[in-house]
């Protein structure tokens, strides 16, 4: 019976020893769940501030488009009145190369007509 006493006494102490290890591992997973929620926590406040930061420059840059809109319809304007300036120097201009074209035949009439005279003149 002592040699089943200390089979008996082992297999008490095997299994004090396997519940004292999954009490430790249990304590251990309680701690490791701990310590990733309290980098979850940290995540979430890390990635609060980012959406805090992110939504400042979103806010940044719609104003910044809302400015560039209305340099765009500015300029647009600015494009409509140079390309309508545009349009009446090109009508000028025809204009002009037409007034030019009837003094240039009014000269050579001046000179055909002193051809002729000077003829008549002479003869």
């Known amino acids: 019976m002592t040699g089943r006493c200390k089979s008996d006494k082992d ?3 095997r299994d004090d020893e396997s519940e004292s290890t999954k ?3 249990a304590m251990t997973g309680r701690v490791f769940s701990d ?3 309290c980098d979850e926590e940290l995540a979430y406040d890390e990635l609060a501030a980012s959406y805090k930061g992110l ?3 979103s806010a940044e840059i719609s104003k910044m488009l809302v400015e560039q ?3 765009n ?3 647009l304007v600015e494009r409509s ?3 309508a300036k545009n ?3 090109n009508d000028e201009i025809r204009l002009l190369n037409s007034q030019l074209e009837h003094v240039k035949k009014q000269v050579r009439m001046m000179r055909t007509g002193a051809g002729v005279l000077d003829k008549i003149i002479e003869g």
């Open 73 to 75: 319809s500015q300029l």
């Open 23 to 25: 009490q430790v591992t």
């Open 35 to 37: 310590i990733e929620s």
């Open 69 to 71: 809109k209305k340099i």
């Open 11 to 13: 297999v008490l102490e």
């Open 55 to 57: 939504y400042a420059r």
């Open 87 to 89: 349009s009446e120097l």
């Open 81 to 83: 009145n140079h390309l």
